[in-house]
């Protein structure tokens, strides 16, 4: 279990720095044309935080439960799909989130 955390913490403190290099609008704050379907956060959109801390707990959890490898990454391939199809993420930002993982 503190692996998955520890995974997890280092995820979101990786994303962090990159978000403060980057400091990529988001698309719908970019792009009128864009409507999100959440509330738009403000902080920066590159890379996607929640790919990143999902992928970090898929590959974590995966490693110590190799049966549940391919659903867990399948979960968190769902993850990064919704936050580009809820418009608060580019593709990129949700691929170089779970890049930071791999």
Known sequence: MFSGLLAVGVAAGLTSVFKETFDRVRPALADPGIVALVPTPESA???????STAFAAAITAGAFYPRLRWPVL???????LSRIYLGVHYVLDVLAG????I
Request: hydrophobic share 55%; glycine share 16%.
């Open 45 to 51: 959109s590159f890379p996607s935080g929640h790919a």
């Open 74 to 80: 399948g979960l968190a391939v769902l993850v990064g």
């Open 98 to 101: 779970a890049a930071l993982e």
